[in-house]
C-alpha cells in the first residue's frame, strides 16, 4: 500500500504562488504505471479533480479553472509529485489532496473513488 504526505500549503494573497509537494512510500512511482492526481475540496463543496499525470507517458490533464497557472509534475529520483500553483485566487482556497490510482483513474470522466492512495491533505488559503 502506497503511503502520501503532501506539504507546502499554506496561506497567500491573491496573485501569488505556492508549490505542493507530495512524497510517496512503498512503492515507487516509477515501479508501474500509475495516475498521479491533485484534488482539492473546498469546505460545503465535493472533492474535484484538479489535476492528473499520467506516469507512462507524462500525459497531463488540468481542470479548466486552472489550465495556464497550475502545473503538475513528478520527480521519480525524489518519489514526489509537485503541484506548482501560480496566479492564485481566492476561489483555490481549498484543502489539497494528492491521489494515486490505476491507468484507467487518468481518464478524464474517473472520479476520485478510482484512486486507491491519498495523501492528508494540505491546506492552501488565498486572500484577495
Known amino acids: 500500500q502506497v503511503q502520501l504526505m503532501e506539504s507546502g500549503g499554506g496561506s497567500v494573497q491573491a496573485g501569488g504562488s505556492l508549490r505542493l509537494s507530495c512524497v510517496g512510500s512503498?512503492?515507487?512511482?516509477?515501479?508501474?504505471?500509475?495516475?498521479m492526481a491533485w484534488f482539492r475540496q473546498a469546505p460545503g463543496e465535493e472533492r474535484g479533480k484538479v489535476a492528473t499525470?499520467?506516469?507512462?507517458?507524462?500525459?497531463?490533464y488540468y481542470v479548466d479553472s486552472v489550465k495556464g497557472r497550475f502545473t503538475i509534475s513528478l520527480d521519480n529520483a525524489k518519489n514526489s509529485l509537485y503541484l506548482q500553483m501560480n496566479n492564485l485566487t481566492p476561489e483555490d482556497t481549498a484543502m489539497y489532496y494528492c491521489?494515486?490510482?490505476?491507468?484507467?483513474?487518468?481518464?478524464?470522466?474517473?472520479?476520485?473513488?478510482?484512486?486507491?492512495?491519498w495523501g492528508q491533505g494540505t491546506q492552501v488559503t488565498v486572500s484577495s
Open positions: 491521489a494515486r490510482g490505476p491507468i484507467f483513474a487518468c481518464v478524464a470522466s474517473a472520479t476520485s473513488e478510482t484512486y486507491t492512495s
Open positions: 512503498g512503492n515507487s512511482f516509477s515501479n508501474e504505471d500509475v495516475c
Open positions: 499525470l499520467y506516469t507512462g507517458t507524462g500525459n497531463r
